[in-house]
């Protein structure tokens, strides 16, 4: 029986995006997002927890305290972003092993292509975005931070009193005491003792304020006495005051910046190993996020019964590998040890390498021995 249509018959184009592929960069989307959340907050905690003890210490003010936070949120957030795109890829491709989807994929003709067309779907822009983040928000993010901390440096020897507590600075030479703070930041029933060189100064009062004049910020002592001598010596003066002020020596502005602060562009031209391996670092990160990406899709199919943590045990280990031995060879860049190109990025090499025989055992060694032979015959 013959088939005659008048019209004829119309073929259309596989689309470039198609229905699996939506389905998969939305899943890993959504999945990525919450992992990266996550980690993000659990660092970050940590790293807030060091902040608070500095700002404690009075090294870091109270006014400054949230914006050091958003900032090193920000860093953190750029760093992380590697490990929790791994993590959401075993997480989604082990999910879709366990609901049998994959098999359903394989039935209609699918293979690594395909999961690798929807993963990088995803994977190739966010590396590109990263990219940019890494080499221009994050170095002035923490550009910002060492500015604050720098400048906060300058009047670290009078922040961090507290009401009923004996605050220390100067390495013990000034001790301070207040019983009572007020809304309005008045001092009340203060101590303070201040040793220089070989003289000893005690004030007591009965309040206590700082002043901003032009001159420079001074602590002013009301109703009070000045006890100074030498210890163990009887040789001393006792003065009582109504007022008393004590300028505030104010250190010198540090305008020192570490590598990671540094732009980018200097970075590029400069010839410091420290700065060598920054930059490095900062374009590993993009790199890294291609490169687990790549590794992930067969890493996912070792063990298919293990559910959806199936392969994230081994992955844990790959990328805390990854990350140690990118941490060691930079310090090997730094000292010298080895040379500064290729640098770190042999790491990455042997990532590549080790997502080549994930990717062979695919596909079955054999059969690639086989494949090669009868190509190599004819």
Avoid at 350 to 372: D, E, K, P
Wanted: glycine content about 8%; charged content about 20%.
């Amino acid at each position: 029986m013959e088939a005659d249509w008048p019209k004829g018959y119309k073929t259309t184009r596989r689309p470039w995006v198609t229905v699996l592929d939506k389905m998969i960069a939305t899943d890993l989307l959504k999945t990525l997002f919450s992992v990266w959340t996550v980690i993000v907050v659990i660092v970050v905690s940590r790293k807030f927890i060091k902040i608070l003890d500095k700002a404690v210490e009075g090294h870091v003010s109270n006014e400054t305290l949230l914006t050091i936070l958003g900032l090193r949120t920000i860093t953190s957030s750029i760093s992380l972003l590697p490990a929790a795109t791994f993590m959401a890829l075993l997480m989604v491709l082990g999910r879709l092993y366990k609901d049998q989807e994959m098999s359903a994929i394989a039935a209609a003709g699918g293979g690594a292509g395909t999961l690798y067309r929807a993963v990088f779907l995803l994977i190739f822009p966010l590396s590109i975005i990263t990219l940019g983040l890494s080499l221009y928000v994050s170095p002035w993010a923490e550009n910002k931070i060492q500015g604050i901390i720098n400048q906060d440096e300058q009047s670290s020897d009078i922040r961090g009193i507290a009401a009923g507590k004996f605050s220390e600075y100067s390495r013990g030479d000034l001790v301070f005491y207040v019983e009572n703070i007020t809304p309005d930041q008045k001092m009340h029933s203060v101590f303070m003792q201040h040793r220089k060189k070989n003289k000893l100064s005690i004030i007591n009062a009965e309040h206590a304020r700082f002043d901003d004049l032009p001159e420079g910020r001074y602590i002013v002592f009301e109703k009070g006495e000045r006890i100074q001598g030498h210890p163990g010596s009887f040789n001393y003066v006792v003065e009582e005051f109504n007022e008393y002020a004590l300028k505030i020596k104010e250190k010198a502005l540090s305008t020192f910046v570490t590598p990671s602060g540094l732009d980018s562009a200097k970075l590029w031209k400069s010839s410091v190993k420290k700065e060598i391996a920054e930059l490095q670092s900062r374009l590993v990160t993009p790199l890294g996020i291609l490169l687990l990406g790549f590794i992930a899709v067969p890493l996912s199919r070792i063990s298919p019964r293990g559910g959806v943590y199936g392969s994230m045990l081994l992955g844990f280990l790959i990328y805390f590998s990854y990350g140690n031995l990118s941490n060691v060879a930079q310090s090997w860049v730094i000292k010298g040890s080895i040379a500064n190109w290729p640098g770190i990025f042999w790491v990455n090499l042997v990532l590549f390498v080790i997502g080549l025989v994930f990717l062979a055992n695919w596909y079955g060694f054999r059969w690639l021995i086989l494949t090669i032979r009868q190509r190599a015959s004819k």
